[in-house]
């Protein structure tokens, strides 16, 4: 079955940080990228940051950078985004998502976490 399966979301204070994993199966994810996107009530998705199959990065939210780091591990199909210094301003709806330019498949998301900064 292919899926993504998010966790480590929840509530926490202001500055503080919290570490989001997403696991991947059945399908090859060394092949896939691999995004975590946001979204705030009555709010569109946006992409935050990217990762390719090989590592390379790429940040698509300026507030975030220096402050969110998305890794991936292709050994254990995962990938996280660690975040730090969080504000109210990052209280969202956080989606992991899998695409693959070269595969013959839409992309593939995650079934979102609730992500909380709040005193």
């Known amino acids: 079955q292919v899926q993504l399966v998010e966790s480590g979301g929840g509530l926490v204070q202001p500055g503080g940080s919290l570490t989001l994993s997403c696991a991947a199966s059945?399908?090859?994810?060394?092949?896939?990228?691999m995004s975590w996107y946001r979204q705030a009530p009555g709010k569109e998705r946006e992409l935050v940051v990217r990762?390719?199959?090989?590592?390379?990065?790429?940040h698509y939210v300026d507030s975030v950078n220096g402050r969110f780091t998305i890794s991936r591990d292709n050994d254990k199909n995962t990938a996280a985004l660690r975040m730090n210094s969080l504000g109210p301003e990052d209280t969202d709806v956080y989606y992991c998502?899998?695409?693959?330019?070269?595969?013959?498949?839409?992309?593939?998301w995650g079934q979102g976490t609730q992500d909380t900064a709040s005193s």
């Open positions: 998502q899998a695409d693959c330019s070269v595969c013959k498949r839409t992309a593939i």
């Open positions: 059945g399908f090859t994810f060394s092949q896939y990228a």
């Open positions: 990762i390719t199959g090989a590592g390379v990065v790429r």
